[in-house]
Structures are given as C-alpha cells and as structure tokens.
C-alpha cells in the first residue's frame, strides 16, 4: 500500500514539475523552476524509498533521496514562497548556491552528530516561514478582493500537511507528507499563475 502511494506521489510531483517548468512568464521564472526542481527531488525520493524496490535499490541511496527531500527541496520550496509573496526575483544562480549552501549545513550538521535536531529546526523554520507566506497571499487576496474561502480551503490543507510532517518526523510517514505538501504547494504556483495577472500583489514586491 505505502509503495502503490509513493509511486502516485513520485507520478504526481513529476507532472507538477513539468506543469511548472513549461510555465513562460515575464517575471518571477527563476523561482518557479526552482520550484518545479524541489517537486522532481521529492518525485526522486518517493520513488527510491518505495518499499517494494527495496530489494534492488541500496539503503544509501533511499536515505540519499529522503534527506534531499527533507533537508533541501523542502527549505528551497519555503523560499520560493517568500520570494514570491515579496517579489525579490533571486537569479538562477542564486538558487544555485542556496541549494549547494543547504547540501552543505546538512552534511556539516551530520557530521558534527546532530543531524535530528537539525532536521527538526529545518522543519519547524520552514513552517513558520510557510505559514508567514500565507498569511501574505491571504492579506493580498483580501486587498484584491479575491474570494478568500477558496485561498482559507486550500492554504488550511498546506497548514495540515505541514503540522503532520513536523509530527511524523523520523517515521516512515514523513516523506509521504513532505511529498504531499511540495505536490499542494506547486500545485498552487501552478494555477496561481494560470489565473492571476503578472500585476497581481503576489508577484510584485510591497
């Protein structure tokens, strides 16, 4: 059952990545690519930790794809959000080096033996700068009139997810809500920008 949700997770993120990689706008490109790599290595870690390949996968790799997930693509999603909601406009090369920034705190942490604690900061930071997010996207729909039952619906199941993951960490549930947020959150990307104009609040800096 875990292995038949992995591979509809690890399916689902692949398409996502690419929904949002095609995307074609004037502003904010970078962020939404970056995005879309932070869904395909959760895709990656889903699919080398589904249980039923673990005859044929090595555990290096499975634990591999579980911290990029956890420790990398997770943060990386938080800050597309920020940059987002705040307009910065980071440069592919600035994801670049945030990317190789958190590969190594994760490595220095581990070796100095706190990689859990670590883990557990990463997740909470990450929360509290997803929900800071939210609250800016639910502030700019209020100030646009936008419906704001649609954004509570759906930003209230990121909130969810986001509490389960901090819950299930070091479980085997973890990366199956991690996955799931970073599915929800790309997914909202998505069909924020098929819907609202470049002038929107979201993508223009206050």
């Known amino acids: 059952m875990l292995s038949c949700l992995y591979l509809l997770l690890?399916?689902?993120?692949i398409a996502a990545g690419v929904l949002l990689w095609r995307l074609r706008l004037s502003v904010s490109q970078d962020a939404r690519k970056t995005a879309a790599f932070c869904l395909w290595l959760g895709a990656y870690a889903c699919t080398v930790n589904m249980p039923?390949?673990?005859?044929?996968i090595e555990p290096e790799v499975a634990i591999l794809g579980t911290n990029l997930n956890l420790y990398?693509?997770?943060?990386?999603?938080?800050l597309v959000m920020l940059d987002l909601t705040h307009g910065w406009q980071w440069q592919r090369a600035t994801w670049g080096r945030i990317f190789l920034a958190l590969a190594a705190m994760f490595e220095l942490m581990r070796r100095a033996e706190a990689g859990t604690d670590y883990g557990q900061f990463v997740l909470t930071a990450c929360t509290f700068a997803l929900l800071y997010a939210i609250f800016r996207i639910i502030k700019n729909a209020r100030s646009t009139d936008q419906a704001l039952s649609k954004y509570c619906i759906v930003l209230g199941f990121y909130f969810g997810l986001m509490i389960a993951s901090l819950w299930s960490f070091n479980t085997s549930l973890a990366l199956l809500w991690n996955g799931l947020t970073l599915l929800?959150?790309?997914?909202?990307?998505?069909?924020?920008?098929s819907t609202i104009a470049l002038a929107s609040p979201l993508l223009s800096p206050k």
Request: glycine share 8%; aromatic share 20%.
């Open 10 to 13: 690890a399916a689902s993120l």
């Open 52 to 56: 039923i390949l673990s005859s044929v």
């Open 72 to 78: 990398v693509s997770f943060p990386m999603m938080a």
């Open 184 to 193: 929800t959150f790309g997914g909202y990307l998505y069909f924020s920008a």
